[in-house]
């Protein structure tokens, strides 16, 4: 299979701020509107790139969109022309106290825009957790082209603040004094809860294979939700977690059989976080 089936896309709105609902996280305010925030270069073409971090309330939900304020005060060398910049980037990273960890990201072509504009991602799918801090990035880096300086207002939002973020994770870098937030919406529908046992395959059926990561002889040490996190926003609906229990289920004594032997509890627990790693994702 190739291509997305599920494609992310990044659109100009215009200078109207989306209507944030009910489950959304917004900040909508340009009081305080400067190019340099808390002694942070806030534009698309930093590197490390630009970020806002913002905190889950107590409903499991899927992050869905992205909208994110220009700032209209500063910008430069075909920022919104793709034939200058061609792609825009979008990150998402869990925060452990001053750490970033990267759960995925997406690029789209530049929608070509105004300075003051809004940009919108959508067709996202990210499960996030209840009660934990997030963050999202946003630029053009790698790719080489404009800058534009994004939109930001003094101590709004009492969830985040503006940071900066290593492109693959790492140390969080906020501001000097904490008092500055992005303009932004981030668009959230609810994530599956009461899931079955036992269901039917979705129709149509979107499916992708783990592979033998389960096999105790080559088994992921470091594993993570990243290819869960890739599949689901690429539109794949389904799983096959492979398994060899066999070799997993010593004997426990010379003369046992394999049909009494007991499952070791590591492995029960190392397939227990596989499969949930596939449920937040609506994953069969």
């Known amino acids: 299979m190739t291509g997305s089936l599920c494609a992310q896309t990044l659109t100009n709105l215009g200078a109207v701020a989306p209507t944030p609902g009910t489950n959304d996280i917004s900040q909508l305010s340009t009081n305080g509107n400067t190019t340099f925030p808390d002694g942070i270069n806030y534009f698309t073409d930093n590197n490390p790139p630009v970020s806002q971090t ?3 309330g107590t409903n499991a939900l899927n992050l869905a969109t992205v909208a994110i304020r220009t700032a209209g005060l500063d910008s430069g060398g075909g920022y919104g022309t793709n034939t200058t910049t061609p792609t825009y980037y979008l990150r998402i990273y869990s925060i452990s106290n001053t750490t970033a960890t990267l759960l995925i990201s997406f690029s789209a072509a530049n929608p070509n825009f105004t300075d003051g504009n809004w940009l919108k991602w959508s067709g996202l799918n990210v499960p996030l957790g209840t009660n934990k801090t ?5 630029g053009r880096q790698t790719s080489g ?7 930001v207002a003094t101590n709004k939002y009492a969830g985040g603040e503006i940071v900066t973020i290593p492109i693959s994770g790492g140390p969080v870098s906020p501001g000097s004094t904490h008092t500055f937030d992005a303009v932004f919406v981030l668009g959230f529908r609810a994530g599956p809860t009461n899931i079955p046992a036992f269901m039917p395959f979705p129709m149509p059926t979107y499916g992708w294979n783990l592979g033998n990561t389960m096999e105790a002889t080559w088994g992921v040490p470091n594993r993570t939700a990243a290819p869960f996190y890739t599949a689901a926003n690429a539109g794949f609906n389904a799983v096959r977690i492979p ?3 066999d070799f997993n289920s010593p004997p426990t004594s010379a003369a046992a059989s394999r049909t009494t032997r007991l499952i070791l509890r590591s492995w029960r627990r190392s397939n227990r976080w596989w499969i ?5 994702e609506c994953m069969s």
């Open 145 to 151: 082209g404009g800058y534009a300086a994004l939109a």
């Open 243 to 245: 398994v060899a229990w």
């Open 276 to 280: 949930g790693r596939s449920m937040p």
């Open 134 to 138: 997030y963050a999202f990035t946003f």
């Open 54 to 56: 913002f905190k889950t």
